[in-house]
């Protein structure tokens, strides 16, 4: 039953950020965000290694987002000038705490983990594109998806590797 309340708790956090930029706000994607860490972390029986999974998270998202915004490779609605948005980091913290209890098949499959992320990552960024305009790409937009396909190439394995580090005996 935690699995799916965690899948279903990391789509409404989704939604809230997506939808609450859309709206010109990041208050609702960091709140939900913060009410699912909190959830997550006291269900888990792996606290401290969601924690820490939660920091890197965070911290990959902020240098990747960092980078992107920057050199104007992306663009958000509901961020600060020439910065990453509150909105866009709650969502790499709920990602992160998906990583123990959805992704354990990709925690000892490192290079699946890169092709999926390579795939599945700039696919949600187009879906907050393409349904809520919340970020815009830069022309032409290959180059943009590309920079987010070897970025989350490397967010995930990154993610799983810490994931099967925490978890060995």
Do not use: K, N
Request: charged share 10%; net charge positive; aromatic share 12%.
């Amino acid at each position: 039953m935690t699995v799916w309340l965690t899948l279903l708790g990391y789509q409404a956090v989704w939604f809230a950020a997506v939808i609450g930029a859309g709206h010109g706000l990041w208050w609702p994607g960091v709140t939900a965000a913060a009410l699912f860490a909190l959830w997550r972390l006291w269900v888990s029986s792996q606290r401290l290694l969601e924690a820490r999974l939660a920091l890197l998270g965070v911290g990959l998202g902020l240098v990747l987002e960092t980078l992107w915004v920057r050199t104007g490779l992306l663009d958000y609605a509901a961020a600060p000038a020439h910065g990453v948005p509150l909105w866009i980091l709650a969502l790499w913290l709920a990602f992160s705490l998906c990583v123990v209890p959805l992704l354990g098949y990709l925690h000892r499959r490192l290079l699946l983990a890169a092709v999926l992320g390579a795939i599945g990552g700039p696919l949600a960024y187009l879906g907050a594109a393409r349904g809520w305009h919340v970020v815009e790409f830069a022309q032409p937009h290959w180059q943009s998806l590309l920079a987010l396909a070897a970025g989350w190439a490397v967010a995930m394995p990154l993610l799983a590797w810490r994931a099967r580090l925490g978890l060995q005996p």
